[in-house]
């Protein structure tokens, strides 16, 4: 395949929001490959062109993943799905116009109907009967659809790249034929299961895989689940392929050492994600946070919680450069912000159901059960629950977690 046309690089977006849901997706169809026949030739790799990239015996198969609130949904012309369809044909270009490559939308949300747009304006789109999102769907496109699809599409590559541009001289010039076959090109997944649903779900496959052995392997579901994540965090950043991809015999391999009790305990790399978070705009400190939730907190709460961000303080500064406290600090991190964020958008008015002292307990017990977990593969030195303790009220402190969306 050529590699002469040149596409926007989207591999470098935004590494924390969604994170756990592309790994997560990718252990689901590493395990689900032993159901495919054993000579089978499959790679994986996260972040690869899409969110997650998959070859199974030389097709490929590119996902995107978007996960948000229940509440929300997705139309033809949301942001979301405007640069996943514009990356998708930067793909199709790339691939030389390949009829077995595979693009996956695999989202949480629902489908929603279109809203008045510039583009509905500008290019005077006239929207067909019924949601843009299941018409694209269709086996056989109506062409009031392609229509609509091809000005929508149209309008946002001009905006994305030029009148000038190869994607748009490309898809100006597509007949109804192509068009209809770029969209069978893509498997539409709404509605799919959540980051916690999915986990549970993995689970479960692992469990009923045939490399797994109910007698032999009972209670190490957790442990191939984690050394499977494993591999796929300490490989992101190789640039070389056959370094970042992770093939289908060494998952198998990862199923066979579970299974002969060779569980050695690695460290943790995870230490390395510090590097790719943004720095926060939340600047409040945790005073300041816990008053804009609970506005009747206690002077006793408020010392006793202030204290406990300047010993977490105090921690972090005395094991900077400590690689092992760092992957801690950052798994704390992303447990919490997980958990946090579970709770707002099922309990938006958690002040009335918490004290500031349960609500902190809660997301404490649930970032020490998932880092006990993760003691059966990795070596934490300095893992006490004081020092979780401290560093849940750290991370508040200097801007990584807060009780709100901000």
Known sequence: MSNQNNYINREAHDKTKGFRLQKLRALELMVESEKLPDNSVM????????????????????????SYSESSSFTFNSVEVKKALISFIDLWIHYEYSEKLVLNFYSTNKIGKENASNAITIEDIKLPKGKMLELAQESDLSKDFIEAAKKFISHWIKETYSEKSKQFIAVTSWKPTNWKTFFKLITWKFEQPNEVELNNTILEKIKACKWFSSSIDNGREEYIKARLMDELDSRQSKTDFFNRVISKAEVELIFIKAKSGNQIKKDDALWKMWNSIEVPNDKRNVVEKLKSRWS???????????????????????????????????????????????????NPSIENLY????????????????????????????????????????????CYLAFDDE
């Open 43 to 66: 790679f994986w790799a996260i972040e690869k062109h899409e969110d997650i990239f998959q070859m199974n015996d030389g097709d490929i198969t590119l996902e995107e993943n978007k």
């Open 296 to 346: 009747d907190i206690n002077d006793k709460d408020i010392l006793v919680f202030s204290k406990k961000a300047v010993q977490g303080g105090i921690e972090r500064e005395s094991y900077s450069g400590e690689k092992d406290f760092m992957s801690l600090r950052y798994r704390v991190f992303d447990f919490c912000e997980n958990k946090l964020i579970e709770i707002l958008e099922s």
């Open 355 to 398: 004290s500031p002292e349960s609500f902190i307990d809660e997301v404490f017990n649930f970032a020490k059960f998932e880092i006990e977990k993760l003691q059966e593969v990795f070596q934490y030195s300095y893992k006490t629950d004081s020092l979780i303790y401290n560093i849940i009220f750290e991370l508040i402190d200097n």
